[in-house]
């Protein structure tokens, strides 16, 4: 009790917070945003035009979203964290009757200044809403029914609602970033364990229920020969990219692979491909190692935080953050099946984006209100 | 309290939950490296290979056939500019529809566009459809105007295989078409140099020197992109033509032989005695070879193959025929080769009332009223059929069949030049054994005597026995390319050390002979005859009498030949039909041979009218008109000679 004033109530000061801004972090979030502004620019083959543009902008916009949100107290989020999920539900639902569809899939609302995804915002909603879920669980009751189903049910929700869509990748990408808080809270090992066995026995009725073009990608994947011109055109073509570049790669604006055309959805999903094909194995491990920079600096605010909220949420969105990563790169890399998930902060799309550059803001916040106790 | 504890109890959690989270990060971001060296490190050259692969895309662009020509340099087969409709896949967003544009610009029949769907069928995305091959200029200024409507049509100036002289030289020099499946296979200097378009010969020189005459493919790479359109030309190996050939064939006397020829089944072969060159191969009817480039509609095909004369048969090498009285300037130099008979040996010759009789079967001579005593000279120069009974006879079918084998029949003159080419039969008794499993009649041994029975012949190899016989008796090459191997120096000058050689009595075995030897034994017998010949051509009662020249150096031999297609019965015999009153397909094939000039012979030939009734009216003509021609354009023929020598 005999802690600094600060401590008590809302008196940080201005200066005091800039002081406590993690600057380390926000360096890194700027070169990777450079290399992706780079990259788009590089799949119009070095014309600065509407991707390019867009790109720019957004990284721009949301970048400064990032710092005036970072601001917002943590207890804020805290407050809000059941709306946000709620609201991101709400999103979900209204893409159903009045979003917009695109090659198959719906799963945009058109907000005019851009098309938005709700299931990327969900993505953030998650985490947040389990932080502060996990945040008033005692640690005896983790293991409780009431407290073990309660989650599950928050995550099928959204998860059922993407999948719908639909979109596996984010789907995938929202349980894993869900299960990876339930992880840290201390569910039981066993019960991760009985769910996985639980999976693998249903897997012939999941499989049942796939898309049929859901269902060529993962066959696809365990054979891309299967259909070279089709669902494993993608895969083959990705990794003749990523093995052409070589070591030190084609070098800027060479990459041959996307500039003729041969990648598939090279702005979006395939954003590392083309990387790696003009920068090669050095250029790709470099700007891994900026990600895993990210990752360990999130981890490093986690711990120096005081309120499990925070902690858990710094610790969940590291670990969601390494997950659409790594997830990403496999998925290029040929080691998982193609299920469209972005590349955080170099793939283009506004969403993804927004997003992550929300989920930074909230770990920023942490940062500099780390002292906060957050008291319900 | 109870709240911090149980905080700080979470917090242990969590730490040591994050640090097994870590760890397992840990392990998957080495899978994600290692399989990213993997990829970019150790499998590097194997993408490397594939990206090129993908990049780079090349097309064959096609060779010009070689141009060939006659000895003279005249182009009997040229490449002719041509203007062409392309249409480039890959440009073209609605097939249908650019196909009924460009048929409602340009004429196009139902066959064509079912065509141009079959080719499509076989097409790659990115190739390009040839839609017409030859348009006419009106039609190309057409396309021109309405360029702009047309997505992905290309004018297009090429060049194709044009025969200037079309029908003339057709059985010489062929014809080409599209590359078929079975050429691309058969060839592979075909499928080496194959581009869609590729025009390949299907008969005559055009198909045997397809090899030369092709030429090879160039190659331009283009970068492509990732739905095959070109982005930039990376190299262009230009195509290279065909070698260009010259032909033996004197252009001017083949189209007066063909001329000759005309309106009836037959065929004129003109030859150099020494350097064995075919100076003229004519076969009749013809047909346009130039129709075949494009693809021949069915029409016209159908009018070739229905034409009773058959024109698609190229009757100077593949037409079979029995060679009558013609071979019997070959049944004497047998005989008289093997001692059988010499120049004073006599045969009576009585005619129809007294036939020649042999195991109660009667031969008759074509004489109704007989020749009466015969000698060998007066026998050839008249062509008394009795004679040449009696002298094959004693001489055996055995004998006469190893001379003439080795005076060329019964073997294929231009050996596998030509695929359509026929041995023809030189009938013995070990073939008849052979090929029929019966036993030899004298009988058959008679009517071999003047060429009728089992006995087969080309027109061809007439007239290379005509040559071989012309030239004092030495084996020739005959040829149909300009060689400059074979000189007519070298030739003269090894047959002169032949003839002064001594020959063993094997001599008149059976053997193999080299080029230039002497096939005779004794040059006497060749001499007589040879003037044999000159008394049937130039003499009276000489069988081709009417066809002679009176000038000097004009003057030939030959003889004459008249062959029976059926059996001659008695009551044929008895009624002598005109040979108009007898139905086409029973008359008699006509046939000639001659060399010229008689003093110093160096061109043989032979004619063959089909069912054009007795040689010495059908064909000793022709052979007159054409000797002229020869003799005339022996001069200019000698000069191009030495020019081509002196060049070499």
């Not at chain 1, 360096?27 to 990259?39: E, K, R, W």
């Not at chain 1, 998860?159 to 990408?173: H, K, N, R, S």
């Not at chain 2, 097409?123 to 039609?139: A, R, V």
């Not at chain 2, 009974?389 to 003439?404: Q, T």
């Amino acid at each position: 009790m005999i802690l600094p004033t600060s401590l008590n109530s809302n008196s940080y000061s201005f200066i005091e917070k800039l002081k406590t801004i993690d600057y380390f972090l926000i360096i890194i979030v700027t070169i990777i945003g450079s290399i992706s502004v780079l990259s788009i620019y590089s799949t119009e083959s070095g014309n600065f035009s509407f991707y390019t543009k867009n790109h720019l902008i957004r990284f721009l916009v949301f970048f400064s979203m990032f710092l005036v949100l970072s601001f917002v107290r943590v207890s804020v989020w805290y407050r809000q964290a059941y709306f946000f999920y709620i609201l991101g539900i709400l999103l979900l639902l209204f893409v159903i009757f009045f979003g917009i569809s695109a090659s198959g899939s719906k799963r945009w609302i058109n907000l005019l200044i851009m098309n938005l995804q709700p299931s990327e915002l969900m993505k953030i909603a998650v985490i947040v809403c389990f932080a502060r879920y996990y945040h008033r669980i005692q640690s005896s009751d983790i293991q409780s029914y009431k407290y073990l189903l309660q989650p599950i049910i928050l995550l099928l929700i959204p998860c059922y609602l993407v999948i719908t869509q639909p979109d596996l990748g984010t789907a995938i990408l929202i349980a894993g970033s869900g299960l990876a808080i339930i992880w840290l809270a201390g569910i039981n090992l066993k019960y991760f364990i009985y769910s996985g066995l639980i999976l693998l026995v249903s897997l012939p009725f999941v499989i049942s229920i796939l898309k049929p073009y859901q269902k060529s990608r993962i066959l696809t994947f365990f054979n891309p020969e299967r259909d070279p011109l089709g669902a494993g055109y993608q895969i083959i073509q990705s990794k003749i990219a990523i093995g052409s570049g070589g070591l030190l790669g084609k070098g800027f604006l060479q990459g041959t692979q996307s500039y003729l055309e041969f990648l598939p959805e090279k702005h979006t999903d395939f954003i590392f491909t083309l990387f790696s094909e003009e920068f090669g194995f050095v250029g790709s491990m470099v700007l891994i190692l900026l990600y895993i920079l990210l990752i360990y600096r999130i981890i490093r605010i986690g711990f120096s935080c005081r309120s499990f909220f925070a902690k858990l949420y710094c610790f969940g969105f590291a670990s969601a953050l390494f997950l659409y990563i790594f997830v990403n790169i496999a998925m290029v890399l040929g080691l998982l099946p193609i299920v469209g998930a972005p590349l955080p902060i170099m793939s283009y799309g506004g969403s993804s984006m927004l997003s992550i550059m929300l989920g930074l803001s909230i770990v920023m916040s942490c940062k500099i209100y780390s002292r906060d106790p957050i008291s319900s | 309290m109870i709240k911090r504890t149980g905080n700080i109890s979470k917090n242990k959690i969590i730490s040591r939950r994050l640090f097994i989270l870590i760890a397992t990060k840990i392990g998957i971001l080495g899978v994600v490296t290692s399989r990213l060296y993997n990829l970019q490190i150790s499998e590097k050259q194997k993408y490397e290979f594939l990206s090129e692969k993908n990049r780079i895309r090349e097309w064959k662009t096609p060779p010009q056939r070689g141009i060939i020509t006659d000895y003279f340099n005249n182009i009997i087969a040229d490449n002719k500019r041509v203007y062409q409709v392309h249409l480039s896949l890959e440009d073209v967003t609605n097939f249908n529809n650019s196909i009924f544009k460009i048929k409602n610009i340009i004429s196009l029949n139902e066959d064509e566009i079912k065509k141009i769907y079959e080719k499509k069928e076989n097409s790659k995305p990115w190739d390009t459809l040839i839609i017409s091959e030859n348009l006419s200029w009106k039609d190309f200024s057409k396309i021109n105007l309405y360029l702009h409507e047309l997505e992905g049509t290309k004018p297009v100036l090429s060049t194709s295989r044009y025969y200037p002289y079309s029908n003339d030289l057709v059985h010489v020099v062929g014809y080409v078409g599209d590359a078929t499946t079975t050429d691309i296979q058969n060839k592979k200097k075909i499928e080496e140099n194959f581009v869609p378009g590729l025009k390949v010969g299907k008969i005559g020189i055009e198909n045997s020197k397809d090899n030369d005459l092709i030429g090879n493919h160039g190659t331009k790479r283009y970068e492509v992109n990732a739905s095959g359109k070109k982005i930039s030309e990376i190299s262009y190996k230009k195509e290279t033509q065909g070698e260009n050939l010259r032909t033996t064939i004197d252009l001017e006397i083949q189209q007066l032989a063909q001329q000759l020829l005309k309106n009836q089944a037959g065929s004129i072969c003109v030859m150099d005695i020494f350097t064995g060159e075919v100076i003229a191969m004519a076969s009749s009817p013809t047909y346009d070879p130039n129709k075949f480039t494009h693809g021949i509609s069915t029409k016209d095909w159908n009018e070739i193959q229905n034409n009773k004369l058959r024109p698609l048969l190229n009757k100077s090498l593949a037409g079979l025929y029995s060679p009558g009285s013609t071979i019997k300037p070959l049944v004497a130099l047998a005989a008289l080769e093997y001692g059988i008979i010499d120049k004073k040996f006599k045969v009576n010759c009585k005619g129809h009332d007294h036939p020649y009789e042999l195991y109660g079967e009667r031969y008759h001579c074509w004489k109704k009223n007989g020749h009466g005593l015969m000698t060998m000279r007066n026998a050839i120069k008249q062509s008394c059929d009795i004679y040449f009974y009696e002298v094959a006879r004693l001489l055996g079918v055995d004998k006469l069949s190893l001379i003439a084998k080795r005076y060329g029949l019964g073997s294929k003159v231009l050996e596998d030049f030509f695929s359509e080419e026929k041995k023809g039969i030189v009938p013995s008794t070990k073939w008849k054994k052979q090929v029929l499993e019966q036993s030899w009649y004298l009988g058959e041994t008679v009517i071999t005597g003047i060429g009728q029975g089992y006995i087969q012949t080309t027109p061809l190899q007439l007239c290379l026995m005509t040559a071989q016989l012309a030239n004092g008796g030495y084996k020739i090459k005959p040829n149909l390319i300009y060689d400059k191997e074979i000189d007519l120096d070298i030739i003269k000058s090894k047959i002169e050390s032949e003839k002064n050689k001594s020959v063993s009595q094997n001599i008149l075995k059976d053997h193999e002979f080299k080029y230039y030897e002497r096939l005779y034994r004794n040059p006497n017998n060749l001499k007589l005859v040879l003037d044999a010949m000159y008394g049937s051509t130039n003499e009276q009662f000489g069988t081709s009498f009417r066809s002679r020249h009176k000038e000097d150096k004009y003057k030939f031999a030959g003889k004459t030949g008249t062959s029976q297609v059926k059996r001659i019965t008695d009551q044929d015999r008895e009624l002598d039909l005109d040979l108009k009153e007898i139905e086409y397909k029973s008359r008699d094939h006509a046939l000639f041979i001659a060399f010229a000039p008689y003093d110093k012979p160096r061109y043989s030939l032979s004619v063959l009218i089909e069912h054009g009734g007795s040689g010495s009216k059908a064909a000793a003509p022709l052979a007159k008109k054409l000797i002229k021609k020869i003799l005339d354009r022996h001069e200019l023929r000698e000069k191009i000679r030495k020019d081509l020598k002196n060049i070499a």
